[in-house]
């Protein structure tokens, strides 16, 4: 009968040192634990300590102790630090971080560091009610958009915090890093810099019924669905990163009708060909102040069916071409920013898509990009 074998009994001729030699001999370096959690429109949380020189924030979380599992160290620091008792559904990063690293402060004798980065979910408006702050370590925390929280940060730790929270987003594998880098391909929302798109009228609610006559249609945008189930998202590159938003755009003097809008945004932003839009709703702009203060105006939403997609190009808007995503509705909604009325209005869509078009629910998937070359569409 043979015993147990453990991976690291094979690691190396060094097995066969003396048990104090070969201890001395393996590679030593700390860990850490730190969570991605965000309020309900994206926002991730970050803590200001009171002891770092550089003013710099963090992830909540912390060093993990002698004999303790990163995922035990993660759980005692967020109930150390905010007051709240939060499950940790996934690791989203693990993260392997050099004892030379630039970002390391001079004086510090960092062996290197393995730092988890865990989902630890998103806050409900009660909870952030009871976040507590123990203020002889933390001064104070904020959700911030994506684009802003990675100016707070440490480079290195600005690139961790997005690479985990991406990987959450995109449902893609546990992202490994090296120094704040891939190791391995690199996902599509970590190639194109994209973030969510937090909106601060993002709980407008959608009505549902025709839009008053008087009330000019200023938008029109499509939850624009493939035969899978998924839509396509375009982000529009800039010099913070690529914001996602649904086909569409700006109501043109042009343009017939807000359908006509739609047809023509879709094929000059992602070269998307569509049928049948049907209309979910509308939301209410109260000031126009994106379109010179106009007054009071609707901004469209409809579904409708793409039957085929062509090769990229460049969008005569911006005068570059956008990435063409394809996530779940649910993806989409969380990438867009809306919170809760986003998640019922994705849900509406794929009802919408599924009883008019019969399409299917989409299975969960990791977002990916549409070729270059487009898609031949079944």
């Known amino acids: 009968m043979t015993s147990p074998v453990s991976p690291s009994d094979h690691v190396s001729p060094r097995a066969a040192l003396p048990a104090a030699q070969y201890a001395v001999s393996r590679h030593a370096a700390w860990l850490g634990a730190a969570a991605i959690i965000t309020d309900e429109v994206g926002r991730v949380l970050l803590v200001h300590p009171t002891y770092r020189e550089d003013d710099s924030w963090l992830l909540p979380g912390g060093v993990v102790e002698a004999g303790e599992h990163p995922h035990v160290t993660c759980r005692r620091e967020i ?3 905010l007051g709240l008792d939060l499950p940790l559904s996934a690791v989203l990063a693990v993260h392997s971080f050099s004892p030379h690293h630039p970002d390391l402060q001079p004086a510090m004798a960092c062996p290197g560091e393995i730092r988890f980065v865990f989902d630890g979910g998103t806050l409900r408006p009660d909870q952030v009610e009871a976040i507590r702050l123990p203020h002889e370590e933390l001064s104070e925390y904020a959700f911030l958009e994506t684009r802003d929280a990675v100016q707070r940060l440490r480079p290195v730790d600005g690139r961790i915090m997005l ?3 991406r990987a959450r987003l995109g449902n893609t594998a546990t992202a490994h890093l090296a120094d704040g880098r891939h190791i391995h391909d690199v996902p599509a929302l970590d190639r194109h810099d994209v973030h969510v798109r937090y909106r601060p009228h993002w709980d407008s609610p959608l009505n549902q ?3 008053p006559g008087p009330l000019p249609v200023q938008q029109a945008w499509a939850w624009c669905f493939v035969p899978d189930g998924r ?6 590159p800039g010099p913070r990163g690529a914001l996602p938003m649904l086909p569409g755009g700006t109501v043109e003097t042009t343009d017939a009708t807000p359908e006509d809008t739609l047809h023509r ?4 932003e992602a070269q998307l060909t569509l049928t049948d839009p049907v209309r979910l709703g509308w939301v209410l702009d109260e000031t126009g102040e994106v379109y010179g203060g106009v007054g009071s105006n609707a901004r469209l939403h409809l579904a ?8 990229a190009a460049v969008d005569p808007a911006s005068g570059h071409p956008f990435a063409r995503l394809l996530a779940t509705p649910a993806q989409a909604a969380a990438l867009l920013g809306w919170g809760p009325p986003g998640a019922r209005q994705a849900q509406l869509a794929a009802e919408t898509a599924h009883e008019r078009w019969g399409l299917p629910t989409a299975r969960p998937a990791a977002i990916e990009e549409i070729p270059a070359e487009g898609m031949r569409l079944t």
Not at 231 to 236: E, G, S
Not at 305 to 311: K, L
């Open 304 to 311: 409708a069916r793409v039957t085929a997609i062509g090769p």
């Open 265 to 268: 945004e879709a094929a000059e």
């Open 163 to 165: 690479a985990a929270y």
């Open 231 to 236: 839509v396509i998202l375009v982000a529009d």
């Open 209 to 211: 019924g025709p839009v």
């Open 79 to 81: 109930t150390e630090e």
